[in-house]
């Protein structure tokens, strides 16, 4: 028989769960004030950065932290890995050693993130607590694993905010929700609207499939038995075509992030043998437009850097229509190509991220010509 108090707990979180699954944000007057007296005003904007591959770190293997001072000047983010992939008894290993990297580096224009542990782990208050309280003043964002609704956003929030208050860190630190499980997907607008402090969202595919039913055990990517056949025609064979099975979803998350001024990424491709279909899979999430993927082994930095970096010839081309049209409106002619306000929208889309890379990779600089 539980004990009086349990059921009184549990039947509190309950409530609290009903009630703010009701909602899908704060009063407008209330959304930007602090959590916590003391701790730091949430972003109005989110700070403009580069992000085109998040390179997980199993922190707690010390011949993988010797090379982060390497990875600081080759990748855009550098997570500490806590969850998914590190051994149950390697948990305390893991958060010790993404303290130590985090003080013994100085990670200038390059991410730090952290992934912790699900809420419902017994290591997830001690990553927290324990990670804040040591190195938050280095930390830029917090990935959350197996988001589901708002609820999750707000108890990350509200603690975030009282760690950041007790230990005088003085700018908010950023949740980046993984959206791997189907109630998450049916709620993935109410959570991009959660917080001023929610970051972005990435697609994972693995633990997505296990929720859904899904009868694959890739980890991202496609499958060669889902696609479309086509039509008979008489005795000819019929070819067959291979379809995405994460269409949808990330369209549908890339969505909820861009109405909500947040990023969206594509998560994890765990084929290390097969760099084409990473690829492939890559540019599908860029065209769609993702800002980013993950890169799990060294050899998809390069794919990522490759794949979210704008063309070269689009960036020109896309500099031509600015060029033109200086003030958005009107229409004009490149090539025999009518270009008009829509267009330059999705040419400054372009430009901007050209300017934003070119900053991090000199050698892009002059190929842009931005």
């Known amino acids: 028989m539980q004990a009086p108090r349990f059921i009184a707990y549990e039947q509190a979180y309950l409530d609290f769960t009903i009630m703010e699954s009701s909602k899908t944000m704060k009063l407008p007057g209330s959304f930007y004030k602090p959590l916590t007296i003391g701790s ?14 998040i390179h997980f770190v199993p922190p ?21 890995n806590l969850e998914d992939a ?5 948990k305390q290993a893991a958060r010790d050693g993404f303290i130590t990297l985090a003080k013994g580096n100085e990670f200038a224009a390059t991410g730090l993130w952290t992934r912790i542990n699900c809420l419902n782990s017994p290591w997830v208050l001690d990553d927290i607590t324990e990670i804040v309280g040591e190195v938050g003043d280095k930390l830029d964002v917090i990935m ?3 988001v589901e609704g708002i609820w999750d956003i707000h108890y990350l929030d509200q603690l975030l905010a009282q760690l950041e208050a007790r230990h005088g860190i003085s700018r908010p630190i950023l949740i980046h929700a993984i959206l791997e499980t189907a109630e998450g997907v049916k ?23 296990a929720s859904r039913g899904m009868k694959t055990t890739r980890v991202g990517g496609g499958h060669p038995a889902y696609g479309v056949l086509a039509d008979m025609a008489g005795d000819k064979p ?19 992030c861009a109405a909500n001024g947040i990023k969206a990424f594509y998560g994890p491709f765990g084929d290390f043998s ?7 899979q890559f540019r599908n999430a860029f065209l769609q437009g993702c800002h980013g993927a993950w890169s799990l082994h060294p ?13 070269i010839d689009e960036v020109r081309f896309a500099a031509r229509i600015l060029e033109a049209m200086p003030d958005g409106t009107g229409a004009v002619m490149i090539d025999g190509k009518m270009q008009d306000d829509a267009t330059w929208k999705q040419a400054k889309v372009i430009v901007d991220l050209a300017r934003l890379v070119a900053a991090k990779d000199p050698e892009l600089a002059d190929a842009y010509g931005v």
């Open 40 to 53: 730091p005003a949430p972003y109005r904007e989110l700070p403009v950065t580069l992000e085109r591959m």
């Open 60 to 80: 707690h293997i010390e011949k993988m932290r010797a090379k982060v001072p390497d990875l600081i000047n080759t990748v855009d983010v550098v997570l500490g």
């Open 86 to 90: 590190i051994p149950a008894d390697h």
């Open 144 to 146: 959350l694993p197996k």
């Open 187 to 209: 709620n993935v607008e109410d959570i991009a609207a959660a917080s001023p402090r929610m970051h972005g969202m990435s697609l994972g595919p693995a633990d997505l499939a």
């Open 238 to 256: 019929r070819s067959f075509s291979q379809q995405d099975l994460w269409h949808y979803t990330v369209a549908k998350m890339v969505d909820a």
């Open 274 to 280: 097969d760099p084409v279909a990473c690829e492939a």
């Open 299 to 311: 050899t998809q930095i390069g794919i990522a850097k490759q794949v979210f970096s704008p063309d």
